[in-house]
């Protein structure tokens, strides 16, 4: 079945913590990407990746790391968290068309 | 990307066609319209796209004006299900390197009431 699949799906930490949000897609897409949703923003778009060791900058990327080692891997990496980084967050992957997403990790920064 | 206009809210009865506008009016001759659902807080769910033409499947047809400045997502039959927030996007095509910087914007939270 093809899916994107994220971990953890939820998870409380503290300020400052590193932690790791992983992404895996099944579907040999190139392009990957991040999203946060806050209520009242919408989605928006942190980071993007169009290939292996291809990555750029959305629209809200400061406190966000991510990398692309591997086609089917693309992990959100958040170095220091803060409380503003509390967010429900998406990643995606597509290939020339829709747009696939996981089911959503929501993330608690206290 | 061009922007995107979308209604904050929207009621439809059930059984009755849901028409759910956008606005694209700075949208460029090689982007896509794009149609996604967010039902509670999963994640978005495609529906539909289209270049130019009207476009159907399963779900829903698009219908892009000629100008390709607005286009309206048709829900012929609307469920309790379909209520959702439906975001229209437009992202340019994957050739000729565009611009993926994807802006979603808020959407249209559709109600459908029984």
């Known amino acids: 079945e093809a899916q994107v699949t994220q971990n953890p799906r939820y998870l409380i930490t503290v300020t400052g913590k590193k932690l790791t949000v992983t992404c895996s897609q099944n579907m040999n897409h190139e392009y990957m990407s991040w999203y946060r949703q806050d209520p009242g923003l919408g989605l928006r778009q942190i980071y993007y990746s169009m290939n292996v060791e291809v990555t750029d900058k959305g629209d809200v990327p400061e406190g966000y790391k991510v990398s692309r080692k591997e086609k089917r891997n693309f992990p959100l990496i958040l170095e220091s968290p803060s409380p503003n980084q509390t967010s429900l967050y998406f990643c995606a992957s597509s290939t020339a068309g829709e747009l696939f997403f996981g089911e959503g990790s929501r993330l608690t920064v206290l | 990307d061009a922007k995107t206009t979308q209604p904050p809210s929207m009621d439809c009865a059930e059984g009755r066609a849901a028409n759910l506008p956008c606005n694209h009016s700075t949208i460029s001759g090689n982007e896509y319209v794009y149609w996604y659902r967010q039902i509670h807080s999963q994640g978005p769910q495609y529906i539909i796209h289209?270049?130019?033409n009207n476009e159907t499947n399963e779900m829903a047809s698009l219908i892009i004006t000629e100008d390709r400045k607005s286009s309206t997502l048709i829900l012929p039959h609307a469920t309790l299900r379909d209520t959702a927030v439906y975001y229209c996007?437009?992202?340019?095509?994957?050739?000729?390197?565009?611009?993926?910087?994807?802006?979603f914007g808020k959407g249209t939270l559709l109600t459908v009431n029984p």
């Open positions: 289209g270049l130019k």
């Open positions: 996007i437009v992202r340019g095509g994957y050739s000729g390197g565009s611009n993926y910087k994807l802006t």
